[in-house]
C-alpha cells in the first residue's frame, strides 16, 4: 500500500491498482472509490501517518498523549472537574510527582492542558480542546 494524491491535492491511500484506474480509500471518511491513474502522483509519506492523519486534530493528539489508561482517565479527570491544583493532582490520583510532571507535560505539548492558578496555587485546566476529544470520546 502507498500514499497518492490526485490533482486537487487530496490525498488518498491506494488499495488496489489496474491497468486504467485505482482504488483510493480517503482516510479521513474511509470511503473508497475509483480513480483514473493518470490523475494520480505517487507521495513518500508513511501510509499508516497518513492513515492516522485522516483523523481529527484533537482526536489524534489525545490518542498520542495517552499513552494508558491511567493518562487516558486524568485526562478525563480534568474534563470532569476542570482545573486542579497540583496539590489536588498528587494527593488525589496515587501518581509520584515525575509520573504526573510527565502526563502533565504531556498534555500541555498536545495542547490538551494550560497552566493555572487555583486557589492562590499552580494547578492545570482543560483545553477547549481537551473538553471537545473527551465529549467526542463518550459518544
Avoid: I, W
Avoid at 497540583?86 to 492542558?113: I, K, M, P
Wanted: with cysteine.
Amino acid at each position: 500500500m502507498q500514499t497518492v494524491r490526485d490533482g486537487d491535492g487530496t490525498r488518498y491511500l491506494l488499495v488496489k491498482r489496474s491497468a486504467e484506474s485505482s482504488l483510493v480509500r480517503d482516510p479521513a471518511t474511509g470511503e473508497e472509490r475509483h480513480l483514473p491513474n493518470g490523475d494520480l502522483e505517487p507521495e513518500g509519506e508513511s501510509v499508516l501517518a497518513a492513515a492516522a492523519g485522516g483523523l481529527p486534530d484533537g482526536v489524534r493528539r489525545a490518542v498520542l498523549a495517552c499513552r494508558d489508561e491511567r493518562a487516558l482517565g486524568l485526562l478525563v479527570e480534568f474534563a470532569d472537574r476542570g482545573p486542579l491544583s497540583v496539590r489536588t493532582l498528587l494527593d488525589s490520583y496515587g501518581l509520584c510527582e515525575s509520573d504526573l510532571l510527565g502526563l502533565l507535560s504531556e498534555f500541555r505539548a498536545a495542547g490538551l492542558l494550560a497552566e493555572t492558578t487555583v486557589a492562590g496555587e499552580r494547578g492545570y485546566e482543560p483545553t477547549e480542546a481537551a473538553l471537545t476529544v473527551v465529549e467526542r470520546f463518550r459518544r
